[in-house]
Nanobody
Framework: QVQLVESGGGLVQAGGSLRLSCAAS????????MGWFRQAPGKEREFVAY????????YYADSVKSRFIISRDNAKNTVYLQMNSLKPEDTAVYYC????????????????WGQGTQVTVSS
């Protein structure tokens, strides 16, 4: 079992930055691919980024590429999402998730989810 707790969300003006954190419980954190997803009101949950177990491979949605950076610290059981140049369309609840089997951008392939943290970007 892995429990995930996100933090770092909030209200920011367009062009600003936020860093989200996701703290994981369990001794097997370093074996999971970790992903970030987001869900805006009335929309489906969408992929944002993932990072493989070692941190050596990352992958981003086109909508956030070059603005967001995913990273992890396996010693701290934490994954991060640095969000720069934020836009109003980035407003959503952001979720972190853990995938035992591999690296994926598909939500249903992830095994564990956090409760989410709200990010609101004002124009």
């Amino acid at each position: 079992q892995v429990q995930l707790v996100e933090s770092g969300g909030g209200l920011v003006q367009a062009g600003g930055s936020l860093r989200l954190s996701c703290a994981a419980s369990g001794r097997t954190f370093s074996s999971y691919t970790m992903g970030w997803f987001r869900q805006a009101p009335g929309k489906e949950r969408e992929f944002v980024a993932y990072i493989n177990w070692s941190g050596g491979r990352t992958y981003y949605a086109d909508s956030v590429k070059s603005r967001f950076i995913i990273s992890r610290d396996n010693a701290k059981n934490t994954v991060y999402l640095q969000m720069n140049s934020l836009k109003p369309e980035d407003t959503a609840v952001y979720y972190c998730a853990a995938d035992r089997a591999g690296s994926s951008s598909v939500p249903h392939e992830y095994d564990y989810w956090g409760q989410g943290t709200q990010v609101t970007v004002s124009s």
